[in-house]
């Protein structure tokens, strides 16, 4: 029995694969140390690169790991509060929604 997938298959899983991968990002802390993880010297320089498909390319530096986050992930922008709409204020009285106070559950 063959379980082989035909060629052209892979060749299609393969090409989805690379296009999906191309414009990722990594970032490489600069140093003479081997790369360790990103929260390690958060103060070192980092080199910003990407992927093309084929290589990875230095598209910036940036001054430290704060800097990076920053370029890389910026913040959402937040939604602007609406503003108040114009309404009349309360007026006195007892509706069905407002406490009564002490001096009208005297009055009664």
């Known amino acids: 029995m063959n379980d082989e997938e035909p060629l052209e298959e892979w060749a299609r899983r393969r090409e989805i694969r690379r296009k999906a991968a191309k414009g ?10 081997p790369h360790r993880g990103a929260h390690v ?3 070192a ?3 910003i690169e990407e992927w093309t498909g084929s290589e990875w390319i230095v598209v910036g530096v940036a001054e430290n790991l704060a800097a990076v986050k920053a ?11 609406p503003a108040e709409w114009d309404r009349p204020p309360l007026g006195k009285g007892r509706g069905r929604h407002r406490k009564p106070s002490p001096a009208d559950e005297r009055d009664t």
């Open 45 to 47: 320089p980092r080199v």
């Open 41 to 43: 010297d958060p103060g």
């Open 24 to 33: 990722r990002r990594r970032v490489i802390p600069l140093g003479n140390s």
């Open 71 to 81: 370029l890389l992930y910026p913040l959402p922008p937040q939604p602007e509060k």
